[in-house]
Structure formats: structure tokens, C-alpha cells
């Protein structure tokens, strides 16, 4: 797909005003100059020496089963990701490659890589070849990977992407802190060559209302292989989104063991604050074009609604217009609400049925465990003024989006996104007093229940 393409598609989704602005926020966006910067983010050779030294040191060196789904894999893509694979400074894994092709292309590829590279796959490594019988989709081939795995931690990859070299290295120092059952990292994008890099993805450590909404966990997720056998892999009819149907019912799985919210078990999700994933983009992937799985956002709103059934909470979505985010609308409980006289409440456009701004947060306060619930107050200036809080360490407070130009979206869409924060204040929120103040009582920020300073 051309650039002039993907400009009109993008025209065509926002309108006029939509596409300015989000040409607008975008030449103003942070890391912009990501690509000058990408050493600072990875670690330098000294370091990956000293990581090579460390590993054989811990006490837990568990084994790490990379499983691969290929299909017809360009050979320069598979190349590359083998390359990742052997440059871990941890070497205690197995690449599995389910291979789904019609052809010998996959095969033949691994066969000339591995005469070039007699050292791959000895050792404590090993590589785990399997021509599927037939291309039964990603989420079946997938599966099939998974029968072959026999690590105590399982790593997802797509055929097309790299690893950074200390990739499973910072997930096995993480595990040496601490037995986790669910691990995300960050990640950012880089072209066909592996030459420019671009729009780095810090996510936020673990939260629950933001995976709702969109799948910002992703690449690259490591899950306990007890886990995965507890859930039971992937599931065909979501594929597009199978990824973010096997994260929504691994989290359920850690903090919704019988059905009810457990606190105490989110310290089993463990976020990896590192770019260790290199998502390719190219006009077959969702990264280099969102549009070319189009089908990809329907099946992540069923995998949402899925989640919401087997809680058994009542919930409406709908598909945001932003590509692979979703509008949450709960049902209303009998609480009441608390907000500063001096603002006016709008009506809470996009939420299905349409409601006020004060309804907005009594329904999203309905949910399980949470306590309270801020919405998004807009200065004079039309800049956001709060919208919700973040703790510091000293004790104060920080708001959230401050000063942010009301038509941006924020990084990586933040400001539009349901999602958890530290305090809600009593500018424009609706707190259950009951719940408040508890340990473990969920915060939320609600984007779609807005108000303004008069």
C-alpha cells in the first residue's frame, strides 16, 4: 500500500477535521526522533556481554519455548527472526515453528540457515521443526506449536518480527524476583529492513480497564506453560484477535479464579518496562497497515464481550473509531455522585444508549471492585485540565493529561481510553464510600464523561 494510500484511508475514517487533528498531534507527538535514539533503548554490547555471564548465575533457569506459526515466511523475514532468536543472551530456549505452508519454502529456509550456522539450536537451545498436515489458521496452527512445547514458560512470536537480544533475558531476571505467571514487554515497529525504527510502545504496568478497551499488552507476552494449560490455547473463532482472547482469559484465569476480582493476584502479571519486541511493518501486517485485517477489530470486540459474559457483568461495547479500541458502557448502580459546582457536564458523545456525563460514571462504578470513578474536565482554553491522578512519590499528586490539546488522543491513544488510575479527586468523579479507601479497590479514569470549567 502506497502512502498517499494510507493518507486517504486515514482521511476517510476521521473526516476533515479528525485527520488534521490527528496530523497535528502526531508532528507534535513524543519520540519523534525514536529512531536517533534506539541505542538508548537496547542494551550495548558490553551489557549484552554482562547479561551472557549473569544468566548462567540464577538460580532459576527455566526453559523458554518460542512458538512460531509460519505460513509461506518471506525468507529474509525468517532469517531475521532466527537471527533474534540465536543473539539471546539467554540461551536456554526452544524455537518451535508450526508450519502451515503449502510449499517447502519454510523448510528449505530453516535447512540453508542452519547449514550457515552449524551452532544454532545446540547446547541448551533447541529447534522444534513441524510441517502441519494442514493450514488449519493461526490459532490452530498455533495450538499445534503448543503440543510440542516442553518449556516452563511459553513466548509468542509472528513469523515476520525480532526479538531484541536480551529479550528473554529480562524475563527470566524478572522471574528470578519472582514466580510470575503472566509477563508483557514493550515493543516498538521497524521497517522491511530492519534499518528505521519507529512509534516505541512504554506501556502502563498492568491494567485492567485499558486491556478492555484495546489490546495494548501484545508483543511481547511470555506466559507460565501451567497457565496455558489451564485456559487451553487459542480459540478459532477469534482469530484476527486470537492474541487478545488468549489475554483476556489469562488474566481472568490469575485474578478471577472462582469469578470474583482478587487484588492480591494482579502481583502475578508483571510488566517488563523494556523494548524487547521489534514489530515489522509491511502492508501484510497490522503494523505497517491497520487496515489490512480489517476483520481483526470485530473479533477483539467479541473477545471483549466474551470477557464480560463469563464475569457476568452487563456491559455494552462498541468499536471506538480510533482502529482496535473499544467503547464500554456498563449498567447503572444506585450511587451517587460527587462534582465541583463550577463545571458543566456534556452529553457523553459515542455512548451507546446516550447519556449524561454524571450517568456515564455511575455506570462505569458498577463494576467489580471498583471504588471510584473520575471523568475528564476541559480548562477554558479547551486544553484537558484533569483527567484523573497519578500518585508521586512523595505523596502528592499529578494530573493525568494535563495541559493536552482536547482534540489530541494522547500517547498511544491514553486520553480516550477507559482505564485505572492512582486517586480520582473531587473536581468531576463518583466515589463508593464503602470501597474507597479498601486495599485493592480499582480507580478508574472514564474519557467518555466530560465536563468544563464555566
Known amino acids: 500500500m502506497s502512502k498517499l494510500q494510507k493518507v486517504l484511508d486515514i482521511y476517510k475514517r476521521y473526516g476533515f477535521s479528525g485527520f488534521f487533528n490527528k496530523l ?42 518460542i512458538v512460531v506459526p509460519t505460513y509461506e515466511t518471506e525468507e529474509r523475514f525468517l532469517t531475521d527472526l532466527l537471527n533474534s532468536v540465536q ?27 542452519r547449514r550457515t550456522n552449524p551452532l544454532f539450536g545446540e547446547g541448551e537451545s533447541l529447534v522444534r521443526y513441524q510441517r ?15 503440543k510440542l512445547a516442553q518449556g516452563d514458560y511459553i513466548a509468542f512470536m509472528d513469523h515476520d518480527d525480532v526479538l531484541t537480544e536480551n529479550a528473554l533475558y529480562e524475563a527470566v531476571t524478572a522471574l528470578n524476583e519472582k514466580p510470575y505467571r503472566f509477563l508483557y514487554t514493550d515493543e516498538d515497529k521497524v521497517n522491511v529492513t530492519l534499518s528505521f525504527f519507529e512509534q516505541p510502545h512504554f506501556k502502563k504496568d498492568f491494567d485492567l480497564e485499558l486491556l478492555r478497551t484495546n489490546n495494548y499488552i501484545c508483543h511481547l507476552l511470555i506466559l507460565e506453560k501451567k497457565l496455558l494449560d489451564e485456559i487451553g490455547g487459542f480459540r478459532k473463532e477469534f482469530d484476527g484477535s486470537q492474541d487478545y482472547d488468549l489475554t483476556l482469559r489469562a488474566v ?12 492480591e493476584k494482579r502481583d502475578e502479571i508483571h510488566h517488563i518496562p523494556k523494548i524487547c519486541y521489534h514489530w515489522r511493518m509491511h502492508d501484510a501486517s497490522t503494523a505497517g497497515n491497520s487496515s489490512s485485517k480489517s476483520y481483526t477489530a470485530s473479533a477483539g470486540l467479541r473477545a471483549v464481550e466474551a470477557h464480560f459474559k463469563r464475569l457476568q457483568i452487563e456491559a ?28 458543566e457536564f456534556r452529553i ?11 450517568e456515564e460514571l455511575l455506570r462505569t462504578l458498577m463494576q467489580e471492585q471498583v471504588g471510584a470513578v473520575c471523568g475528564k474536565v476541559y480548562a477554558k482554553d479547551g486544553t484537558i485540565d484533569q483527567a484523573g491522578l497519578k500518585t508521586l512519590p ?13 482534540s489530541y488522543k494522547g500517547y498511544e491513544r491514553r486520553a480516550v481510553l477507559k482505564q485505572e488510575s492512582d486517586a480520582a479527586g473531587d473536581t468531576f ?25 464555566t
Open 132 to 146: 502441519l498436515e494442514k493450514n488449519g489458521g493461526i490459532s490452530e496452527n498455533t495450538n499445534e506449536g503448543l
Open 252 to 263: 481472568e484465569q490469575i485474578i478471577f479464579p472462582d469469578g470474583k476480582y482478587h487484588a
Open 24 to 65: 497535528d498531534e502526531k508532528l507534535h507527538a513524543p519520540y519523534r526522533d525514536y529512531n536517533k535514539r534506539i541505542a538508548e533503548y537496547l542494551p550495548s554490547a558490553a551489557e549484552r556481554k554482562e547479561q551472557e555471564k549473569k544468566q548462567a548465575e540464577f538460580p532459576f533457569r527455566p526453559l523458554i519455548s
Open 394 to 406: 512523595d505523596g502528592g499528586t499529578e494530573k493525568l493529561f494535563h495541559g493536552l490539546k482536547g
Open 316 to 343: 455494552e461495547l462498541t468499536e471506538r473509531i480510533e482502529v482496535g479500541c473499544y467503547r464500554i458502557t456498563y449498567s447503572k448502580p444506585p450511587v451517587e455522585m460527587f462534582s465541583d459546582e463550577k463545571i
Open 87 to 113: 543473539n539471546q543472551t539467554y540461551p536456554k530456549w526452544e524455537l518451535i515453528l508450526a508450519d502451515g505452508s503449502k510449499t517447502d519454502r519454510v523448510r528449505n529456509c530453516l535447512e540453508r540457515y
Open 348 to 358: 457523553a458523545e459515542g455512548v451507546v444508549p446516550r447519556t449524561g456525563a454524571k
Open 429 to 453: 468523579s463518583v466515589i463508593n464510600k464503602e470501597l474507597y479507601m479498601k486495599p485493592g479497590t480499582r480507580i478508574l479514569f472514564d474519557p467518555d464523561a466530560k465536563a468544563d470549567w
